[in-house]
């Protein structure tokens, strides 16, 4: 089964485009990028402490949807694939 761009980008270490907690550009330097619509303003204390599952695609800053059971996380991007908790290891 081939790997989906968003499992490919943690697997390779790819250079993500976007926040995956908040869904802000992480490149600042370029000011026609703006906050897209439903990115949120900063991480919650949990996010910066690496106990919550990413939120938003960090290819495209779109919202994923996302799915925690006691044994970890999955999420999907409706354009890049998904990715789950043991692929996962510090975003």
Same mark, same amino acid.
């Given at each position: 089964?081939?790997?989906?761009?968003?499992?490919?980008?943690?697997? =390779?270490?790819? +250079? &993500?485009?976007? /926040? #995956? %907690? +908040?869904?802000?550009?992480?490149?600042?330097?370029?000011? +026609?990028?703006r906050i897209?619509?439903?990115?949120? #303003?900063?991480?919650?204390?949990? #996010?910066?402490?690496? =106990?919550? &599952?990413?939120?938003?695609? &960090?290819?495209?800053?779109?919202? $994923?949807?996302?799915?925690?059971? &006691?044994?970890?996380? +999955? #999420?999907?991007c409706s354009? %890049?694939? /998904?990715? /789950?908790?043991?692929?996962?290891?510090? $975003?």
């Amino acid at each position: 089964m081939p790997l989906s761009e968003l499992t490919a980008l943690f697997v =390779l270490g790819g +250079t &993500p485009l976007y /926040d #995956a %907690h +908040t869904g802000q550009p992480l490149d600042s330097s370029d000011e +026609t990028l703006r906050i897209g619509r439903g990115a949120l #303003a900063q991480a919650s204390r949990g #996010a910066l402490a690496g =106990l919550e &599952p990413p939120r938003f695609c &960090p290819l495209c800053g779109r919202r $994923m949807k996302v799915q925690v059971n &006691p044994m970890g996380w +999955t #999420a999907e991007c409706s354009r %890049h694939g /998904d990715v /789950d908790s043991s692929i996962v290891v510090d $975003m």
